[in-house]
């Protein structure tokens, strides 16, 4: 009797759950963050810092090219230790040129990282007011691509919402297929 009691009771409550309204939301992260004017700041000064280093490893390469076309034009006139003592400097500056260009790189990728995570955190913060404002129990992200299939008439874009909620008002490009 105790049993069927409880089997009744947990009956009723998970009915009672299902029959709740769940309301489903969507956004594509990575379209809101491509709106954001913050997003804009970041990438001109990644751009600048990517200009900075590229100029710097152009340098470097030039450096190298024009003491390896030297070594190339007297290596015949040279005797064996200035031969052995150009080729190291010949192979320690390309040494130091491929070290460079590989910590210029995570660089760039440390500080990209560094100058969208503030603007990954407003929208997000956006987006988690957003839904708790409108009421949503779930809200997907597409751009994570985890989404296999979602119905746009059972869910909402809250895109829309949270560009308001940011005060953006600039649109997204236009797409060509």
Known sequence: MKHLFTLVLLTGLSGAAFAQNYKFGHINSQELIVLMPERDSAQTKMETITKDLQEQIQAMQLELQSKYATYQQKQATWTAAILEAKQKEIQDLSVRAEEFQRTAQEELQRTQQQ??????????KAIEKVAKQEGFTYVFDLSTGGILYFNPEQSVDILPLVKKELNITKELPVRSN
């Open 115 to 124: 100058l969208l995570q503030p603007v990954v955190q407003k929208a997000t």
